[in-house]
């Protein structure tokens, strides 16, 4: 008992035994870390149009560039340093999707416990618009409000937040509406607690694990949806691009013969998506009694 | 003494919670249940300070949701519940700290991610019986008085015994330092071994604090137990209330004393059988009561009157009170043997 005494630490111990979820919590880690430190490990700033010279565009992995050092991986037709600029685009990605997620959690939570608790008009207001959004694909909405709002990071996470928030409510309102019925919120509305502090400390604590698993899904949705519409144009400026973007840039030159333009931030983006959705499998399967051994 | 909790013409009324488009149905006559469940009809009931009034019933009676209408978890759908002359609820939200309950299941009325010295300590810094600096000390207090180690304060709900959590489960109650403490089957999901140390418990405490005490329960042993007074509850009304003495050694109404027939017995006579008297007959259903006395289709006493015209609660003595036509009958031929209901749980 006394290694397992929060729920956080029994958590942890469950969470180790499965070591694929394990080596893919770690691949994860690494790529934020590599996002963070992209500056600091990156032999060029990909950003820096001074720094690029096209004459060292399309160059195969392993090219010594003007700069005066390898390109691993090659180079991009702007003559950017394909692992720099991967580097850096995977910072925006995660970026961008771990904002996305926060926001959407943030806004999605509020609006589904809000009508779980609240019930009547709201309740059927609130329900019946996230059913109506859940309705179209998430990719046609945030295509459609990218191409209203504009380009530019905030645009391009709004966009994904209005997409996705539906998702987040939908789950907040199931576990709300579960929780709120239990003897324990009975408690503490009888002793009588605020229903602020009702809702903060009783209801959402215990709403939180069917979200964290969700959000887990929805942060690795909104980086594959941010490279979907780099991709085809309409997320980030072209002298900031993200790995949908350079995936696009490598695109005609793919029947060329000049795979890695595309390839590696290809492979750089499924490793990342791959990664967070076998930690969010992990941590979905723990918090489902049912598939508990 | 006084009255101290007045319960006045108090019903409850649970309506089936139609959607927009069940409502849009049932308007064109389509097959929707409209019909309100009346759990609670009509009961007046009043407890003097520092008595314990015990509260008993079939399931589905709605004892329990007599309790939780004293305790300010659901308003009354008509009628007004006075403590000490204030009211308990104003415009559905509970208004005074002075009742607390104690619920039936420890395993779901705790907080499963709050530790149980913050679930003890969160109502009474709300409410600023004590501060944040000096919670720790209070909730100590409150773990020594129910027999829980203090040290325990940072655990889970889920490290703990049935016992033991509703042992917790009571702390929460009493650190509000409650007037009046409403237990609802606070026993009936505890093994019969820890029963009698929670009823113990319960007697030292409602003693010691000068507690007025609601204990709800189907056990008529408990009850019998615990109780100064009884009020039997039979599909929403109270068929009977008395001092629990006088009404388990003669009870004035038939339904109360086929309860006390049905009861198990632990301990039995040299050369007796073992036999129930089971009531004959279903409960019948709270969304169609039967016309006249709600007990006539099962009692063996039933008259031509009795299933036309609900019987007023009379006064059968100074502090007993029975609803039924014919309770100067069931008194006068109350056969000895059907009133020596056993204390199966007698704790001590």
């Not at chain 1, 950003?47 to 195969?60: G, I, V």
């Not at chain 2, 009561?289 to 006493?301: D, K, L, S, T």
Request: include cysteine.
């Amino acid at each position: 008992m006394s290694t397992a005494n929060t729920p956080l630490r029994r958590f942890w111990a469950e969470f180790r035994e499965n070591k694929v979820a394990l080596v893919a919590l770690v691949v994860v880690a690494l790529m934020i870390l590599l996002a963070v430190f992209a500056s600091v490990v990156s032999p060029q700033n990909p950003y820096d149009l001074a720094n690029l010279s096209l004459m060292d565009s399309r160059r195969p992995p392993g090219f010594v560039g003007s700069g005066g050092y390898t390109h691993i991986l090659g180079t991009d037709p702007q003559g950017r340093d394909l692992l720099s600029a991967i580097f850096y685009g995977l910072r925006i990605s995660i970026q961008i999707g771990l904002a996305a997620g926060f926001v959407s959690l943030t806004i999605g939570t509020t609006l589904g416990i809000l009508a779980a608790y609240v019930g009547g008009r709201i309740e059927a207001l609130i329900m019946r618009l996230v059913d109506l959004q859940l309705s179209f694909p998430a990719i046609l909405l945030a295509l459609v409000i990218v191409a209203l709002l504009g380009q530019g990071k905030a645009q391009l996470i709004g966009a994904l937040v209005v997409a996705q928030y539906a998702y987040f409510a939908r789950t907040a309102y199931g576990a709300a509406k579960a929780e709120r019925g239990k003897d324990y919120v009975e408690a503490a509305l009888a002793t009588p607690l605020s229903t602020r502090l009702v809702v903060m400390r009783h209801l959402l604590p215990n709403c939180m694990p069917p979200l964290i698993v969700v959000a887990t899904v929805q942060i690795a949705n909104s980086i594959s949806l941010e490279a979907t519409l780099s991709f085809l144009g309409l997320g980030l400026p072209v002298t900031e691009p993200s790995l949908g973007m350079l995936i696009s840039n490598g695109f005609p030159y793919m029947m060329s013969g000049r795979y890695w333009i595309s390839v590696y931030p290809g492979v750089a983006l499924i490793i990342l998506i791959v990664g967070i959705n076998l930690v969010g499998d992990q941590v979905r399967d723990q918090f489902n009694p049912r598939l508990r051994k | 003494m006084s009255v101290f909790l007045n319960i006045d013409n108090v019903s409850r009324l649970f309506g089936p919670n139609l959607s927009t488009g069940e409502k849009i149905a049932a308007k064109l006559g389509g097959n929707v249940e409209t019909r309100a469940v009346r759990a609670v009809s009509e009961v007046s009931l009043t407890v003097r300070r520092g008595e314990t009034l015990g509260l008993v019933g079939e399931s589905g009676c709605g004892k329990s949701t007599l309790g939780r209408l004293i305790a300010g978890i659901l308003p009354p759908t008509s009628g007004s519940i006075l403590l000490d002359g204030t009211p308990v609820m104003v415009d559905g939200r509970k208004v005074t700290t002075r009742v607390q309950t104690v619920f039936q299941d420890p395993f779901a009325s705790l907080d499963p991610r709050m530790k149980v010295g913050d679930t003890v300590s969160e109502g009474p810094i709300a409410h600023g019986l004590t501060t944040k600096s000096d919670a720790q000390g209070y909730v100590a207090n409150w773990f020594e008085r129910v027999g829980l180690d203090p040290v325990w304060v940072d655990r889970y709900p889920h490290q703990f015994s049935g016992g033991q959590r509703q042992r917790v489960a009571i702390a929460r109650a009493l650190a509000m330092q409650p007037d009046v403490l409403i237990c609802d089957e606070p026993v009936a999901s505890l093994d019969v071994s820890i029963q009698a140390q929670i009823i113990n418990l319960f007697l030292e405490l409602t003693c010691d604090l000068d507690l007025t005490c609601v204990f709800i329960s189907h056990d008529l042993s408990l009850i019998r137990h615990v109780s100064d007074r009884v009020a039997v509850m039979y599909l929403g009304r109270i068929v009977e209330l008395g001092p629990v003495d006088q009404v388990f050694a003669a009870s004035a109404h038939p339904y109360t004393a086929a309860l006390f027939g049905s009861v198990p017995k632990l301990v039995l006579d040299a050369d007796e059988l073992v036999h129930f008297d089971t009531i004959e007959g279903e409960v019948p259903s709270p969304l169609s009561p039967p016309p006249g006395c709600y007990y006539h289709p099962r009692c063996p006493c039933a008259t031509d009157i009795c299933a036309t015209t609900q019987p007023e609660t009379q006064t059968v003595s100074e502090l007993r009170a029975v609803a039924c036509h014919h309770f100067k009958a069931v008194l006068a031929d109350k056969d000895p043997d059907l009133t020596s209901a056993s204390t199966s749980v007698s704790a001590r």
